[in-house]
């Protein structure tokens, strides 16, 4: 038998002192039980007893919020602990990725200009997502299909602001669970990703009379904008996003000096809302074509010219205009 003594905080030597006392209330409260039999001593004691009842439910409420925060007590260190074991694991090919507190240490040190949970590290998240996300795709649809076939979201570069928006909206819903265990992310990413891929799908369809993708052919889909099997990949994601690749990004970020890297931020800001903007109109007037409309204007002839029907097929190579 070890016969170490085994650490203990002040709380729980003050959690023991609770259990005493939750033994002495209830030797309290036991002694109302033959008393309330008779009618005239209830009713006595009826403002006795609602006094107790009260306080017992108070007390309810705040071992409650004391057990909750307790508990992420004991689950964050113990995450942050396992995080940074993780990080001295050597791997033969992709090496581990930083624990997130690290970054934390990192980022207040060098009191970087994205630190934290800011508008620049944001606006990088949505940049970096919107390219990563269209590579991935890309892969995934070699390694399934054996071809390539665009997968952008927008008529300049291999950017889709789908990924980039599903990376913002992981980043802000996880980032709290960032040190907390896997399970929180899972159930994070699970909602959050469902939420914003039906939303995406439910306003193209509005806005543009189109659909990128449709899941009625699947099992437990709602609508066809979502499925079960793929908020289980969103759950998934949400783990691996907050766990590895949020922390290589924000790795990733840190290198960028403030000057270079706040001029770089709001240029790449400026090109992703004129590649928006040109995106949204050459939809539109595509989708017009397909419906016979000519071109009423100059403009609309320019841009029938700039993005005719092959190029948009090229690029959006899954778009429904249901047809």
Same mark, same amino acid.
């Given at each position: 038998?070890?016969?170490?003594r085994?650490q203990?905080?002040?709380?729980?030597?003050?959690?023991?002192?609770?259990?005493?006392?939750?033994?002495?209330?209830r030797?309290?409260?036991?002694a109302?039980?033959?008393?309330?039999?008779?009618?005239?001593?209830?009713?006595?004691?009826?403002?006795?007893?609602?006094?107790?009842?009260?306080?017992?439910?108070?007390?309810?409420?705040?071992?409650?919020?004391?057990?909750?925060?307790?508990?992420?007590?004991?689950?964050?260190?113990?995450?942050?602990y396992?995080?940074?074991?993780?990080?001295?694991k050597?791997?033969?090919?992709?090496?581990?990725a930083?624990?997130?507190?690290?970054?934390?240490?990192?980022?207040?040190?060098?009191?970087?200009f994205?630190?934290g949970?800011?508008?620049?590290?944001?606006?990088?998240?949505?940049?970096? #997502?919107?390219?990563? !996300?269209v /590579?991935? @795709?890309?892969?995934?649809?070699?390694?399934?299909?054996?071809? =390539?076939? *665009? %997968? &952008?979201?927008?008529?300049?570069?291999?950017?889709?602001?789908?990924?980039?928006?599903?990376?913002?909206?992981?980043t802000?819903?996880?980032?709290?669970?960032?040190?907390?265990?896997?399970?929180?992310?899972?159930?994070? #990413?699970?909602?959050v !990703?469902? /939420?914003? @891929?039906?939303?995406?799908?439910?306003?193209?369809?509005?806005? =543009?009379? *189109? %659909? &990128?993708?449709?899941?009625?052919?699947?099992p437990?889909?709602l609508?066809g904008?979502?499925?079960?099997?793929?908020?289980?990949?969103?759950?998934?994601?949400?783990?691996?996003?907050?766990?590895?690749?949020?922390?290589?990004?924000?790795?990733?970020?840190?290198?960028?000096?403030e000057?270079k890297?706040k001029?770089?931020t709001?240029?790449?800001?400026?090109?992703?809302?004129?590649n928006?903007?040109?995106?949204?109109?050459?939809v539109?007037?595509?989708?017009?074509?397909?419906?016979?409309?000519?071109?009423?204007?100059?403009?609309?002839?320019?841009?029938?010219?700039?993005?005719?029907?092959?190029?948009?097929?090229?690029?959006?190579?899954n778009?429904?205009?249901?047809?």
């Amino acid at each position: 038998m070890d016969e170490t003594r085994r650490q203990q905080t002040a709380l729980e030597s003050e959690s023991q002192v609770l259990l005493a006392s939750v033994a002495a209330t209830r030797q309290q409260v036991e002694a109302y039980y033959p008393k309330i039999l008779d009618q005239d001593t209830r009713d006595s004691l009826e403002k006795e007893v609602e006094d107790t009842v009260g306080s017992l439910r108070r007390s309810v409420g705040n071992m409650a919020v004391a057990m909750k925060q307790t508990y992420e007590l004991a689950d964050e260190l113990e995450t942050r602990y396992e995080d940074l074991e993780r990080t001295e694991k050597k791997r033969r090919v992709i090496g581990p990725a930083p624990a997130n507190s690290m970054i934390d240490s990192r980022e207040d040190s060098l009191n970087h200009f994205a630190r934290g949970i800011n508008h620049y590290k944001i606006l990088w998240i949505c940049f970096i #997502g919107s390219f990563a !996300g269209v /590579v991935v @795709e890309l892969l995934w649809c070699l390694f399934r299909y054996g071809y =390539l076939e *665009s %997968r &952008s979201g927008l008529v300049y570069g291999p950017f889709n602001l789908l990924y980039g928006a599903g990376a913002v909206a992981l980043t802000l819903a996880l980032y709290r669970f960032r040190n907390r265990s896997g399970w929180l992310s899972f159930a994070g #990413g699970f909602v959050v !990703g469902s /939420v914003l @891929e039906y939303v995406c799908s439910w306003g193209q369809e509005l806005i =543009l009379g *189109s %659909r &990128s993708w449709d899941y009625s052919a699947m099992p437990f889909n709602l609508n066809g904008r979502i499925c079960l099997l793929y908020s289980i990949f969103w759950g998934v994601l949400g783990v691996l996003w907050i766990k590895d690749l949020y922390p290589r990004m924000a790795k990733l970020i840190l290198k960028l000096p403030e000057k270079k890297g706040k001029i770089l931020t709001w240029a790449f800001t400026a090109f992703f809302i004129v590649n928006i903007v040109v995106s949204c109109i050459s939809v539109y007037r595509w989708s017009q074509r397909v419906e016979g409309v000519e071109a009423p204007s100059v403009f609309w002839e320019m841009v029938d010219e700039r993005f005719p029907d092959e190029r948009m097929e090229r690029i959006f190579a899954n778009m429904d205009f249901g047809e």
